[in-house]
């Protein structure tokens, strides 16, 4: 266990600042994150599913590239690129709906992660970064709340590790991570940040973001598999890292598409 915990926080802290670097330098590099972000899901969406990689997850994978570099400019043209690759992919696998389902389930938040960088047309960190802060603090604070509490949980039949208080203790500790936010991007980056939204935001944004985590589960567990691959040493695999921010980052883009 005490190994395994060594790994998560060595991968944790390689990862990390490539993430965040990514972020901060914007265009190109934020696209190019995301595009190999969701180039990884889609090989591992195909493996969990069929244990092997074929024109399947190519396809997968050139979708969610494109639409990492034209999802902000026409949001429009990469919900069509989206639903064609859909129908080639349920084709292509003989109709297999699961993994045509798998086109939505990558690229729609791939979209929405493009777009919310790119809301004005401008590169803009400060949404992307807080987003991130948000699902992060999520798992962070549910872990911690929920294995040092415990008690009733809160779906025992799709994550029997859950728990509510790991749930409560996710929403507490992402409202304080995004006040210190907005503190700090008001006072040092001459932000415009209103503190009771984004507090408030991110409680809800962390019910989401645990919706998205259960959500997977319930895939890997129809599955009958522990992790999504291996690709980070003690974490598992990229949908394992990423499975809030699947269901955080369209509530995000719809929000800021329909307030502008």
């Not at 494109?66 to 990469?78: E, W």
Request: with cysteine; proline share 4%; aromatic share 14%.
């Amino acid at each position: 266990m005490k190994s395994n915990l060594a790994l998560r926080i060595f991968s944790a802290l390689i990862l990390a600042p490539i993430v965040l670097g990514a972020v901060f330098f914007g265009d190109p590099a934020y696209n190019l994150l995301i595009a190999v972000i969701g180039s990884a899901m889609a090989w591992e969406w195909e493996h969990m599913i069929t244990g092997k990689t074929s024109a399947v997850a190519v396809i997968l994978a050139s979708t969610a590239t494109m639409i990492s570099f034209v999802g902000a400019t026409v949001p429009a043209l990469s919900l069509a690129i989206i639903a064609v690759a859909a129908l080639l992919v349920y084709v292509k696998s003989g109709k297999k709906l699961l993994l045509s389902f798998g086109v939505f389930y990558i690229c729609i938040p791939v979209m929405s992660l493009i777009y919310i960088g790119y809301t004005n047309m401008e590169y803009s960190f400060e949404m992307v970064l807080w987003l991130m802060f948000v699902v992060w603090a999520t798992d962070i604070g549910g872990y911690v709340f929920g294995k040092s509490l415990g008690g009733p949980k809160l779906l025992p039949k799709i994550s029997p590790k859950k728990t509510w208080s790991g749930l409560l203790g996710g929403m507490l500790f992402a409202s304080i991570v995004s006040y210190f936010f907005v503190l700090v991007m008001n006072q040092h980056f001459e932000g415009h940040l209103s503190m009771p939204f984004f507090v408030i935001s991110s409680a809800v944004l962390a019910v989401i973001s645990q919706m998205g985590d259960l959500f997977e589960s319930r895939i890997k567990r129809y599955l009958d598999i522990k992790d999504s691959s291996n690709l980070i040493p003690g974490h598992g695999g990229i949908f394992d890292r990423v499975d809030g921010l699947l269901f955080a980052a369209p509530v995000v883009a719809l929000f800021l598409l329909f307030s502008n």
